[in-house]
């Protein structure tokens, strides 16, 4: 179990890195460090694959996809290849 919050979690950061330079970018009410608490806020949640909402679990796309949409309101694509190419 503390493998695959290991694992989500460096996901999350490296997808959250590639994307970081567009987030300084971003109004003020949004960015990086609110990104971070808003992932870090989601600690405990079940890891599960394709998992796409806190209720039922997350993946690592799923954990960056719906913290975007939680704390800047952006609405990213569903898988990380796709997120990557978003920014």
């Keep these: 179990m503390r493998t695959k919050l290991i694992a989500t979690m460096l996901c999350a950061t ?9 987030l ?3 109004p003020a009410t949004g960015g990086a460090a609110d990104l971070v608490l808003g992932a870090i806020g989601l600690l405990g949640t079940p890891y599960r694959y394709g998992g796409d909402h806190p209720s039922s679990g997350l993946d690592c796309s799923g954990l960056v996809r719906y913290v975007a949409g939680s704390v800047l309101g952006v609405q990213l694509p569903r ?6 190419r978003f920014g």
């Design 14 to 22: 490296a997808l959250l890195s590639a994307w970081g330079t567009d």
């Design 24 to 26: 300084r970018a971003q």
């Design 79 to 84: 898988q990380a290849e796709a997120i990557s």
